[in-house]
């Protein structure tokens, strides 16, 4: 039975100031005291307090946990577990990007079906659905506000674990582009690139269907059009709120449409260098893309003929080459074309990063599969 699914959460918020208007959706959902989940950046450029405010002036009590490391691990999802239980929270509120939201699914689906996190690996794994979640997100890039996915690092292993999971996704998702104004110019290119990725390897994808890629071929364009803005002037309102629709719109495609090889080999830098993944992503991107051309031309082109309709490349090969260019260039513009040695990777450690990559879920929807040879080569070139 070929029959595709699409997921969401229940509701979503958008637009400046739409933060202020999460009081009101809370006292619907009559919840009382919520264990606030996200990192100490978070907290020192002032984010945490604004939505702290808001909870305080709508008389919601919450504790803070803001211990959650750039890739959480599982000591973190422990420590969430253990406050939320020990403060007698009845809700989960994730503030930050991918890191805190995905800490955040990791808590609410152990509060709910316990055991531990290993037993969650795969697809669908629980029996029962998490606390209620609230995912604010301060980055346009993960879209992990709108993802049954999270990924979680066993620290002893260096492995990222990988669960998908329809129990554990937000209730609500926030994307308020005030909270984002303040956000570093580096961190803006390597999330907008994260997002970008997440568009480029969805549209490409074996799980693909036509809903899906409709939402990566607008996020692309997007993208393109407003991420070099926002990185240059960090508080251009219209740049940061047309962001967070285009990661929305990457989010909805890779989240239903899955992902490739990029992904693939960037956790396992996450794991083992704890790398940023966003900009993993976008350093290995264009090699990856060349990689795949050899059977993706096809979805490559289309991208290029969408976005660039007056280079109306001859050929398939063509059209990916072009996509290839366009997006090398956005990585210079934004700072994001950097090798990977620049970031302490080593050339001792790409056999075993191969190894790694081949063992990751995102890899089976890949439109090439490759060797670990294969796998090697790509981070030498990245390297």
């Known amino acids: 039975m070929n029959c595709k699914s699409f997921f969401l959460p229940c509701e979503s918020l958008f637009g400046p100031g739409c933060l202020r208007g999460l009081g009101e959706e809370l006292g619907k959902k009559g919840v009382n005291k919520a264990l606030l989940v996200t990192d100490k950046g978070v907290v020192a450029c002032g984010v945490a307090k604004k939505v702290a405010s808001m909870l305080e002036e709508n008389r919601i009590a919450y504790v803070l946990y803001a211990d959650v ?14 406050a939320y239980q020990r403060e007698g929270c009845d809700f989960l509120i994730a503030l930050g990007g991918g890191s805190p939201n995905d800490c955040a699914k990791a808590i609410g689906i152990l509060l709910s079906n316990g055991g531990d996190l290993h037993d969650y690996q795969g697809l669908d794994q629980s029996r029962h659905r998490a606390p209620p979640i609230i995912a604010i997100n301060t980055t346009a890039g993960t879209a992990s506000e709108i993802s049954r996915a ?37 961190l803006t290119a390597a999330t907008g690139m994260d997002a970008l990725t997440h568009a480029v390897e969805s549209y490409v994808s074996t799980r693909a269907f036509p809903l899906t890629q409709a939402f990566a071929r607008e996020a692309v364009e997007m993208i393109f059009r407003y991420l070099p803005k926002a990185v240059r002037e960090p508080g251009n309102l219209e740049a940061r709120e047309q962001m967070t629709y ?3 719109l990457a989010g909805m495609s890779f989240g239903n449409g899955g992902l490739g090889l990029v992904h693939s080999m ?3 830098l996450g794991a083992v260098y704890h790398l940023g993944h966003g900009i993993c992503n976008a350093i290995l991107l264009p090699y990856v893309i060349r990689f795949n051309t050899q059977a993706a031309a096809a979805g490559y082109a289309q991208l290029a003929n969408f976005l660039w309709p007056a280079a109306a490349p001859r050929s398939d090969e063509e059209g ?18 950097i090798p990977l040695k620049e970031l302490g990777v080593k050339s001792e450690d790409l056999f075993m990063l191969a190894e790694k990559a081949l063992a990751d879920g995102n890899l089976a929807s890949n439109p090439v599969q490759p060797t670990a040879e294969q796998v090697q080569a790509l981070y030498q070139e990245a390297l």
């Open 69 to 82: 490391e750039p890739n959480p691990t599982l000591k973190n999802v422990e420590q969430g577990v253990a």
């Open 150 to 186: 999270y990924l979680i690092t066993d620290e002893q292993t260096q492995v990222k674990m990988i669960m998908k999971d329809r129990n554990c996704m937000a209730d609500i998702a926030v994307n308020d582009p005030e909270l984002m104004t303040g956000l570093p110019g580096p």
């Open 246 to 248: 285009a990661q929305y």
């Open 266 to 268: 960037a956790h396992p």
């Open 320 to 337: 990916a080459r072009l996509l290839l260019e366009k997006i090398r260039g956005l990585s210079e513009e934004v700072g994001t074309l």
